[in-house]
């Protein structure tokens, strides 16, 4: 069993933690243990329980209304939601649920059964990649086991890596892009869905992938004359500096744009070498790709 902190619950959810707390005063659907430190700690069965009452409030269920429901009732209630941004979310909850069960099976049947219906190209922007932007920040928490993480990310980045091979685009710009992770860094699946948009964009990419040194970053912008450089940050060691990595990228690759995404650039504020942007939602990478 996994524990999650409040912290986790709020980013997950989208609730935040100070409207979990008062349900937990107001309302018995929540009861955290403590740690010896008195911090309210959550089990996998109390995050599936705060996502769907997330989701049903959402929707239009008055918080008051659900807290009379039976657990049975909540989950009926989830799965007759026909609005179709409910469906997707439930769907994403569902992954989640099977992802910290170790549902392997479940897993991978939802999101097939999901590519069988809507198409790869759907299934990796509605269901595959709003789940790594909200199963990214367990993986920076260190509150999901590593086994669960590497299982389920072998399992996407299967889903992935067939979509990449099946992109095509009618159009064809011309502009060659760089997609790499620096040394330490092996969360490799924001990078490939990087790299599905830009392909079916109709964008060159040339892909490096996970824990590439500096030097050879340097050594094929140089020989192959990119015009960008992109790299997606994760979750990386306590020592990396960000700071310090922004600017030596930007001496070595003779001032190459650099876009920059992921949840380690959040909340940097520090100044930024010129050439270098930071891409902190899904919109504003979609966006960018649309501007090449």
């Not at 909540?74 to 997707?88: C, F, G, R, S, Y």
């Not at 009618?170 to 830009?198: A, R, V």
């Amino acid at each position: 069993m996994n524990v999650f902190t409040i912290k986790d619950l709020e980013n997950l959810s989208g609730i935040k933690a100070h409207t979990i707390r008062i349900w937990e005063q107001r309302y018995s659907f929540l009861a955290p243990q403590r740690t010896t430190t008195n911090i309210r700690v959550y089990s996998n069965e109390e995050l599936r329980t705060i996502l769907n009452i997330a989701l049903l409030n959402k929707f239009g269920f008055k918080i008051s209304h659900i807290d009379k429901m039976s657990g049975e009732e909540i989950q009926n209630k989830v799965l007759a939601l026909t609005q179709a941004q409910a469906q997707q979310e439930r769907i994403v909850n569902d992954l989640i649920n099977s992802m910290v069960n170790l549902d392997l099976d479940d897993f991978e049947l939802i999101t097939d059964n999901y590519i069988r219906s809507h198409g790869i190209e759907k299934a990796i922007l509605q269901i595959i990649f709003p789940l790594l932007e909200r199963i990214g920040i367990l993986w920076m928490s260190n509150h999901i086991n590593p086994a669960q993480e590497h299982l389920v990310s072998n399992v996407i980045r299967q889903k992935l890596m067939v979509g990449i091979e099946a992109a095509k685009s009618h159009l064809k710009i011309n502009k060659t892009l760089l997609l790499f992770l620096p040394e330490g860094e092996h969360h490799e699946l924001g990078l490939l869905f990087m790299y599905y948009l830009l392909k079916s964009h109709g964008v060159k990419v040339l892909y490096i992938g996970a824990n590439a040194p500096l030097k050879d970053i340097a050594f094929v912008s140089e020989l192959k004359k990119v015009d960008f450089l992109y790299t997606h940050l994760t979750s990386l060691a306590q020592n990396f500096n960000l700071e310090k990595f922004l600017h030596v990228l930007s001496t070595k690759t003779s001032n190459i744009p650099i876009i920059v995404s992921g949840h380690l650039i959040q909340e940097y504020k520090k100044k930024l070498p010129p050439n270098v942007q930071l891409k902190t939602s899904l919109k504003e990478a979609m966006d960018y790709v649309a501007s090449l």
